[in-house]
């Protein structure tokens, strides 16, 4: 046998692995760092975070992602070359935080990496009916096993495709594992870039969870501020704050066949981005909008588009325990308005439960790889956009 096949089998035999999970999401804001001690697998599954980071991203770096982010025309050569950077990049990102952290690399059992998403295609969004649901994260786990000399699972949203989903959300299958709890129905509200949630009921019957996109969560109001205040994101609401809702341009932003769909669903930039908000300022009348007053009405629309969601499947009387975690739950206005639209809903964030919500997502996707390497498939039935698989390829070091 080769002997990394065999360091493998020894590996995912322990009866506890350290896996480094690791999220760069379309915020683009670094590289999370999630250590993780996982025993178990399936429902018997336990996760204890040891440490946590944010490996932050220079200017240049997250500039050169840019360039082939979330765009139809982009240069081949530099997607092809960016996949290799990044990886690079991540793995040297890992090796400091482990040194950081007082580790050796050889203590760890498994990295599982996300990668870097820069085009989100499901054929809800393209609408060519010869085409399937697509998605492409580069950051190639080759060159991360290489540099940092761990098996690496990476490449997670390709076996949900080709299972039927579209790649999108994934948190439902960690959250299910990681928050179900018998007798409380429970929402776990992810506000990234775009805004999703997990239903998990509390019959902990894996057929009766449901997870979807919701629309933007921050993406919007952080490219507004990054082109208009030169910050990469508006700091505890201060600009949002500073503006008045347009009643017009909210209307406006909300008039999208997205929001008619039916659940699940998924979304990103692809959509909801600059170009979106300038159709609907002209539409609406209101290119003239105080920068304050564009912010403000970006707030009201990610606070709109995520409670109407949950209202749609739930009703406004729900009785829902909502477990928030994300960059979106950290601004003091959006929280307002979710609190006051979904009055009767008792909010949280996942601390409340022992994970860091900002270490969340990382958090998800160790768990993911937990489950293929020692797990089996859990069975969530028949629902549609959530297929019964493992995830993850596998690059082995050498």
Known sequence: MNIQMQNLYEKASKPERLIIGLMSGTSMDGLDIALCKISGSGAETVVEVLKFKTGGYTNDFRAQIKAVFSKKMVDLQLVCLMNELIANTHAALINDALAEWGYQNSEIDFIASHGQTIFHAPKSLHQMDNYPNGTLQIGDGDHIAVKTGMITLSDFRQKHIAAGGEGAPLAVY???????????NRVMLNIGGIANFTYLPGNVNAAEVFSTDVGPGNTLMDQYMQLHFNQFYDKNAAVALAGTVNTELLTALLNCDFFEAGFPKTTGPELFNLSYLDNAQKQSATTDLKHEDVMATLCHFSAAAIANAIEKCFGDDALLKVFMSGGGMHNPLLV??????????????????????????????????????CGTPINFGKRQGVPSVCMGKISLPM
């Open 174 to 184: 960690g959250d299910y594992l990681i928050f179900s709890k018998a007798g409380e």
């Open 336 to 373: 307002k308005l979710l609190n006051e639209r979904l009055s009767k809903a008792a909010f949280f964030t996942t601390a409340d439960l022992n994970i860091n919500p900002d270490a969340k997502e990382a958090v998800l996707f160790a768990v993911l790889a937990n489950e293929t390497l």
